[in-house]
Structure formats: C-alpha cells, structure tokens
C-alpha cells in the first residue's frame, strides 16, 4: 500500500469484506453522507447490472468504493492527485471536486486490493463518464446519479428512469443532456463528459 494512504486508515481494520471495510473506513471520518450514499448506489448498481445482463457483484464493489476518497477534503485533492502522479487536466484543476474519482480508483487499488479493470475504470469516470463507456462505466454512472447524495428527488430523474426501459446508452445520455441543457449550473465541463455525450449522441443517431 502507498504510504500516503495510513494516516486515513489508522486504527481501522480491513477484514477484506469491501462492504464492512468501506462503511468502517468512512464512518471512521464521519462521512455519514457518503456512507449512506454509497450503499444506495451499490444497491441500485446492483439492480440495474441485473437488469441488464451484467456482472452484479462487480457492479456492487464499485458502487461501495466510488466515493470513498471523500474521506479527503476538496481542498487537499489537488496536493494528493500531484503526491500519487494522477493527471490534472485544467477543468479539475478549476474544479478540485471532480478529482474524487480518479482518486477513489486509486484508493480502490491500494487500500481494497482491487485488480479488476472493469471496476477501477467504473470507479474512475463515474462522475463525467467517458467516451467509449463499458456497460459497468454506465451502470455505475447512472446509479450513482439516480441515487444521488442531496435531498429530494434529482430534477432528471423521470426521463433517466424511463431511457432504462430502453438502454443504459439512451439512459445515460439523457442525464448529460439534463447537465448539458442547463450548463450554467456546472462548475466546469469536464472533456470526459463532453466526449461521451457526443459519443452517445453518435450512437443514438
């Protein structure tokens, strides 16, 4: 394991159960939010991986781990990304909050010893999603986005809901859609969300 990652698991013991060592490791910083969040979207990855004809236990881990660099603070992601040699493209530079995924998946490697490919890269763009996307990248993007972490229902989640009766494909580009049509609520617009609208859009054509 880097040596980076001690100080945030001191005193908390890994069983190899990722469910349990999750849940501890972020109650252990008092992420309740994310916790909760994070069983939410590992459950509905779950379904939606079902419902689709994918790998249910892979898209469970994935849903438990996305988020779990939130036991960093917003303002120490960009030093940690810099320590652990992750790409700093400039929108996440603008916007430190979009680097979570990319160190939750390191996070995932070298604290839970996950090696799958589908999983890390899942992990990885959950937020903005990618060009190219897996049917795991969807299942978890989508989840993630169905069970978000504010209150209330998410403003897209009837026309995201409904595109599930038709594809992940069609699914997933309605929620860009939603952030693209109202764009002036974005911090910034991250490439990796703007290659795989257009992709999808290809796609969908």
């Known amino acids: 394991m880097n040596d980076i990652f001690k100080e945030i698991i001191r005193d908390v013991t890994l069983t190899g159960d990722i469910r349990e060592d999750s849940h501890n490791l972020l109650m252990k910083h008092n992420k309740i939010i994310i916790d909760n969040h994070s ?3 590992a459950e509905k990855a779950k379904l939606l991986a ?3 004809g994918i790998n249910e236990n892979l898209a469970e881990v994935a849903g438990l781990l ?3 660099s939130g036991v960093y603070p917003n303002e120490e ?3 940690l990304c810099k320590k652990l040699n992750i790409e700093i493209l400039l929108e996440e530079e603008k916007f430190p909050m979009i680097l979570h995924q990319k160190i ?3 996070m995932a490697m070298e604290i839970f010893n996950i090696s799958n490919k589908e999983i890390l890269e899942a992990i990885n763009c959950h937020t903005t999603l990618r060009s190219n996307a897996s049917p795991l990248d969807m299942v978890l993007f989508i989840a993630d986005k169905i069970e978000w972490d504010q209150k209330g229902a ?4 009837n ?3 409904k595109a599930l009766n038709t594809s992940l494909e069609l699914s997933a580009f309605k929620f860009i859609k939603y952030q693209m049509d109202n764009k002036e609520n974005l911090k910034v617009i991250h490439p990796w969300l703007l290659e795989a609208y257009l992709d999808l859009e290809t796609q969908l054509l």
């Open 104 to 106: 939750s998946r390191v």
């Open 159 to 161: 026309e995201v809901e």
């Open 66 to 68: 996305h988020d779990i």
């Open 39 to 41: 069983l939410r979207v």
């Open 50 to 52: 079902k419902q689709f």
């Open 154 to 157: 998410p403003p897209y989640i």
């Open 77 to 79: 992601k960009l030093e």
